[in-house]
T-cell receptor
């Protein structure tokens, strides 16, 4: 069964450093997402991406964040200058992009980001 | 604005007992979609079930069943004959058609099934 994959599973970085989190969505999916979950809290939407551009973003997704689809399979989230409060689990998700935006999103296993 | 509330933060049961998880939602959309996801201790988010707002028929899928009540904006989820492997955090989520494709999650309910 096709699944969303994410690398690395755990990333440790120093405050102020740049990090890139990588995702490979399910191959025939067209809509891609990033969510984050601070430890013990709810899952929060960051950004959605369709047709090589951002479709929607939350207030969390400020200028420090960017997303890119560098090739036909990868989808990346970059944090330019990490802060302590960026420590969280980051989930990538994808769906088929059905008309009306009603499809089920399937999630990857997550990348745990620890900022020291 | 969309909002999902899961009032139960933690439920503890003994194996084979039934577990019902409550979910109440708010949305201004007339068409919306409701989901349950499971997050086991390993951390991934696993899709379980989905319901469309225009279909209030309740269903059973194996040991899972759900009760969608539009009149009370509730979407409750039941695990029948719980097993230790059901121990996880369960999230209810909402996607409003006019609000874009983003999922709004509730705070989650931790279920602990003891042998």
């Amino acid at each position: 069964e096709p699944e969303v994959t994410q690398t690395p599973s755990h990333q440790v970085t120093q405050m102020g450093q740049e990090v890139i989190l990588r995702c490979v969505p399910i191959s025939n999916h067209l809509y891609f997402y990033w969510y984050r979950q601070i430890l013990g809290q709810k899952v929060e939407f960051l950004v959605s991406f369709y047709n090589n551009e951002i479709s929607e973003k939350s207030e969390i997704f400020d200028d420090q964040f960017s997303v890119e689809r560098p090739d036909g399979s990868n989808f990346t989230l970059k944090i330019r200058s990490t802060k302590l409060e960026d420590s969280a689990m980051y989930f990538c998700a994808s769906d088929r992009g059905l008309a009306g935006g009603s499809d089920t999103q399937y999630f990857g296993p997550g990348t745990r980001l620890t900022v020291l | 604005a969309q909002k999902v509330t899961q009032a139960q933060t933690e439920i503890s049961v003994v194996e084979k007992e039934d577990v019902t998880l409550d979910c109440v939602y708010e949305t201004r959309d007339t068409t919306y979609y409701l989901f349950w996801y499971k997050q086991p201790p390993s951390g991934e988010l696993v899709f379980l079930i989905r319901r469309n707002s225009f279909d209030e028929q309740n269903e059973i899928s194996g040991r899972y069943s759900w009760n969608f009540q539009k009149s009370t904006s509730s979407f409750n989820f039941t695990i029948t004959a719980s097993q230790v492997v059901d121990s996880a955090v369960y999230f209810c989520a909402l996607m409003g058609r006019a609000a874009g494709n983003k999922l709004t999650f509730g705070g989650g309910t931790r279920v602990l099934v003891k042998p």
